[in-house]
């Protein structure tokens, strides 16, 4: 019999929470960070690369997947996981947020969401239940709901309206999930920075009853500190027994902060687009290898880092390949930073499991302070 979805919670640390997530596809330690491979890859790395820097799941997106190749063309080939060569977990997005920020060319309906193609204009449909439709023909070992995310600003009577479509859709998109032992479906809380909004939404999604939960509709523009102030309370909103997933954070300090916080899991863009765009993550703070001050630097970016950016070159190369527009610059920074990322996620995975979870994160912010953080 196929191996079902389990969470449990192996530690805690003051909200914080250390934990595995069990699929039939393998564990994800938590807090556990997501790459992202938009289509597919997580650009300028090679599959086994990825996993060599730690991580347990990547994320796909379902927006770009469905216009290109579509989820019908991968589901012949074999799925999602063969197709990219990714045996491991894959989370993937509803697409909802990605057709959203579509703004002039969406149609917003109680059924779903009419959109065109950035790519080629055509036209087409997402609802609950089709985006679930997808998410399957993927292979997706974790689905998120289809929600909406209003656009910021917002009124409250605006993020209410949404947040009511979006349990609406929870619902729809619940339903239409069916049971598919093995995989897990993820409900989304919606709200806004509004407390009593948050608490609705939780108590909507507890009710409908989901593998794990989403924290979303944050990371949008409203900055840390109002973040920070939604997941100083929304996190006990839900059930205890089921993974949190803060959608789209962070930088560094942004998942330290949400670790703390109770966040289980998150994924960003970030580390893998920063690589693309000269820029590194490291303990000391960031450094931006486009600056002149590192042409004739023998030193790596990080003397104390393992992964082969660090362990092979140094900062005059990283700027050379750079400014040179070399391929492998983009290939060095971002597992320097997939790398870092990780390297983060088990330091907070073992501080939570020694119960030294302050500490760490009074180091981590101590390094940075003392180190040379250039702006980006
Ligand atoms: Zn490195």
Redesign the pocket.
């Known amino acids: 019999m196929a191996q079902m979805f389990g969470f449990s919670v192996e530690a805690t640390d003051g909200s914080a929470r250390k934990g595995v997530i069990r699929t039939p596809r393998g564990e994800i330690r938590t807090p556990a960070f997501m790459p992202v491979g938009t289509a597919a890859t997580v650009k300028a790395m090679l599959p086994g690369s990825v996993r060599e820097t730690g991580a347990d799941i990547l994320l796909g997106n379902t927006y770009h997947l469905m216009l290109r190749p579509t989820a019908e063309r991968i589901a012949r080939l074999g799925g999602l996981h063969r197709f990219m060569n990714w045996e491991r977990p894959i989370l993937t997005d509803s697409g909802g947020f990605q057709v959203m920020s579509l703004a002039s060319l969406r149609k917003l309906t109680e059924e779903g969401v009419r959109f065109s193609s950035h790519i080629d204009g055509s036209k087409h449909m997402l609802s609950p239940e089709r985006s679930m439709e997808i998410q399957k023909l993927l292979g997706s070992d974790i689905v998120m709901c289809f929600d909406e995310c209003p656009a910021l600003p917002a009124t409250e009577a605006e993020v209410a309206r949404s947040m009511a479509l979006s349990m609406r859709w929870a619902q729809r998109s619940r339903d239409a999930f069916g049971d598919r032992p093995g995989h897990a479906l993820f409900g989304i809380m919606q709200g806004g920075v509004t407390r009593d909004l948050r608490e609705e939404s939780a108590k909507a999604l507890t009710e409908i009853g989901f593998d794990g939960y989403a924290v979303g509709g944050l990371a949008v523009g409203e900055g840390q500190e109002a973040m920070f102030g939604v997941l100083d309370y929304a996190p006990g909103f839900l059930p205890q027994d089921k993974p949190r997933y803060l959608m789209g954070v962070g930088k560094p300090d942004d998942i330290v902060g949400a670790v703390e916080r109770g966040i289980d899991m998150m994924d960003c863009v970030l580390p893998s687009r920063s690589g693309r765009t000269g820029q590194a993550w490291?303990r000391r703070g960031q450094v931006n290898i486009k600056n002149a001050r590192h042409q004739d630097d023998p030193r790596?970016?990080?003397e104390d880092?393992?992964?082969p950016?660090?362990r092979g070159y140094s900062r005059a190369y990283l700027h050379h390949v750079f400014k040179a527009q070399e391929m492998i610059s983009g290939m060095l920074l971002t597992?320097?930073n997939l790398?870092?990322y990780q390297e983060l996620m088990q330091g907070l995975r073992d501080a939570i499991g020694s119960g030294q979870l302050a500490a760490f994160v009074a180091n981590f912010h101590a390094q940075r302070q003392a180190g040379d953080i250039e702006p980006i």
């Open positions: 490291t790596p970016l990080d880092c393992t992964c950016a660090c597992w320097h790398h870092y």
